[in-house]
């Protein structure tokens, strides 16, 4: 089954009076439970496609279609209300809440989805464990290290259920240790739950942990290394 | 809705110095407000006391042809059997005191010196005078039977060097149009803290009074205090059978209402200054504190947050601000009024004449004032929170998380 369809999406950036076009026409297809990795360098329109998939922003032209839901055109509200029930993130930097307890973050998902107070206990220290961080629970982010915090907004990326885990950049941030931890931990939490991540980055030793890789280079695909299997 | 609040109330932690200034600046406009306000009650408050005590009484029954500006004495224009009224009237369980009156007009002089009066003929014996009695600051207070004392006003006696015992000479109208005049003593000095009252006014036995302006039996007026201010509309619905005039404490104090409407209308503009101070304080921390957050507000975007959950987080900030300048706000006026009271604050002569106010301004704290006057800023602090909360609620998702912070 496919969760994310893209068709043929453009994004035009006017800065002044100057044209970026971000993305160029790119389409691309990711069954359910695939661990893909966007790669290429700066600029080559990696960041520019999770934020398309991830309803973060809409493309100029084309179509995107997520779980079999067309995105495309959403409203705000809409966008945000797909975003918290289907779609999980993982930013480069430890996108955190720095007020919040590591609980807190990790429950913050499935506050705003209307979870019961025993299901949020239930589901954010099952979580924590998975990440093995159910120790720093009551630990808020700057009182964690760079892998703890990475570890922790996993959680919370995982903490709806979502159809879909987009990762910018996961390890940028993190020592080739931290690093490798936290690719570790996101691929047992694809094999063991089924979620398709999709993450973006230029680190050649993260792209060794995807299934598939997506090339992009001027904001087109360059190449797909599933196709290549056809 | 709880996380909400505990995110707002532990933001406003993160930079705790910021936070206290700013809920310093809303308790001290509201302090502010609640000193002006107190000050004004206190002096509209004193004004009117200070008139119903001294001039006007609960309640005056007079001549309907009486013209309190001319201090007519023609006898039409009097009260006539005034004693026999005031018993009357006393009789009433809601009356304190009713006492008969004579006002008259005339010039006093010393050898070289001689000024305008209004002369009170009183009954020294009536409650209602304890004003002066209590007043007295040196010398005796009036007997009735006095053919030839009176008592003059501290600002009135300086004026003409006057001390107790020295001889003065009146000239008094009278009833037919004619001038008497005759040499009095000053049997004591007496000061109501009221400037334009004791300057002009000196007080003589009503008995003495009638007779040196020939309106024997007469006078301007019985004045009526009442025990409680709120039953002065049952006393003048039971006085409408005497076939004179009835005028309440409210038609007799205009002037001071008047006054008491236009300072608020001087002093709304004097909140709105204030408040648009405080409002611009708030507004200012929390675009800040907007700016500073524009990447969590990505994040809280990226997870799905709406819109206005995330508006509703910055003004649950605003309203935490509003609730702690406000409690702050209350302690400090409240402390300041007390402050202010300790010694009230002298004025002397304000120079306004026919209106009477007391030397020292003493603020008076209603719970009304407050009660609106906290509301009032309550309201408005959240309204200045209003424009950072649309701000972050806008902002774009992926702009936001690409801000520094």
């Known amino acids: 089954m496919e969760v994310v369809k893209v068709e043929n999406i453009t994004r035009v950036y006017q800065i002044g009076k100057v044209e970026t076009r971000a993305l160029q026409g790119v389409s691309l297809t990711i069954e359910n439970g695939e661990f893909t990795a966007l790669v290429g360098p700066s600029g080559s329109g990696k960041t520019t496609l999770l934020q398309m998939i991830g309803c973060l922003d809409q493309p100029s032209t084309g179509r995107v279609v997520i779980s079999g839901q067309d995105v495309t055109r959403l409203n705000r509200n809409q966008r945000a209300d797909m975003r918290r029930g289907h779609i999980g993130f993982i930013f480069q930097f430890f996108a955190l809440i720095p007020t919040l307890t590591a609980y807190e973050n990790v429950e913050m998902p499935l506050l705003l989805n ?70 570790e931990i996101m691929k047992k939490l694809n094999q063991e739950t089924g979620v398709t991540f999709v993450f973006a980055t230029h680190d050649p030793r993260v792209i060794s942990y995807a299934a598939r890789v997506v090339t992009l280079k001027d904001g087109v695909i360059e190449k797909d290394s599933a196709s290549e299997a056809k | 809705m709880l996380q909400i609040f505990k995110m707002a109330f532990r933001d406003l932690g993160r930079n705790r110095r910021r936070t206290f200034f700013s809920a310093l600046a809303v308790a001290i406009g509201l302090a502010l407000l609640m000193l002006m306000a107190s000050v004004i009650n206190g002096e509209m408050g004193n004004a009117i006391q200070s008139s119903i005590l001294l001039q006007s ?93 009176l008592l003059i006003g501290k600002p009135a006696a300086d004026k003409l060097h006057l001390q107790v015992g020295d001889t003065v000479g009146l000239s008094v109208n009278t009833s037919n149009g004619d001038v008497q005049e005759q040499v009095f003593t000053v049997r004591g000095i007496y000061s109501t803290n009221t400037y334009a009252f004791d300057v002009s006014t000196i007080l003589m036995p009503l008995a003495k009074a009638q007779a040196i302006t020939q309106t024997e039996n007469h006078a301007s007026t019985i004045f009526i205090l009442l025990k409680n201010e709120t039953d002065t509309d049952s006393v003048v619905a039971a006085l409408q059978g005497l076939n004179l005039d009835i005028l309440t404490w409210r038609d007799m104090n205009q002037l001071i209402v008047e006054f008491e409407t236009m300072a608020n209308s001087y002093i709304a503009f004097f909140y709105l200054i204030i408040l648009a101070i405080t409002a611009s304080v708030i507004v200012n921390t929390l675009i800040m504190s907007v700016y500073e957050r524009t990447r969590e507000i990505g994040i809280l975007s990226a997870v799905g947050m709406r819109g206005s959950r995330i508006l509703g987080l910055f003004l649950a900030e605003s309203a935490f601000l509003a609730v702690g300048g406000v409690i702050l706000g209350v302690i400090l006026g409240w402390g300041g009024v007390q402050l202010f009271n300790i010694n009230g604050f002298y004025i002397g002569n304000m120079g306004l004449s026919g209106f009477l106010v007391g030397d020292t301004i003493r603020a008076q704290l209603m719970l009304d004032d407050i009660v609106n006057l906290s509301v009032m800023t309550f309201i408005v602090t959240l309204l200045a929170g209003l424009y950072p909360a649309v701000t972050a609620s806008r902002l774009e998702p992926v702009a936001a998380l690409r801000a520094e912070k």
Do not use: C
């Open chain 1, 114 to 183: 209307g979870h019961t107070p025993k299901e949020r206990r239930e589901r954010v220290m099952e979580l924590l464990k998975a990440v093995d961080l159910a120790d720093r629970a009551n630990n808020r982010p700057d009182q964690l290290s760079g892998g703890q915090q990475q570890r922790v907004a996993i959680a919370r990326a995982l903490a709806p259920k979502p159809a879909l885990i987009l990762a910018d950049e996961p390890t940028a941030n993190l020592d080739t240790a931290n690093g490798q931890q936290v690719m």
């Open chain 2, 57 to 149: 009484g609960h309640i005056q029954v007079r001549s309907f042809s009486f013209d309190e500006n001319k201090s007519s004495l023609k006898w039409e224009d009097l009260v006539a059997n005034p004693d026999e009224i005031a018993a009357k009237v006393a009789a009433f369980p809601q009356v304190k005191a009713a006492t008969p009156r004579l006002f008259a007009s005339g010039f006093l002089s010393t050898g070289d010196e001689s000024t305008g009066v209004k002369i009170y003929g009183i009954d020294p014996n009536s409650v209602a005078n304890d004003p002066y009695r209590m007043g007295l600051l040196s010398g005796n207070f009036l007997t009735a039977d006095d053919r030839e004392g």
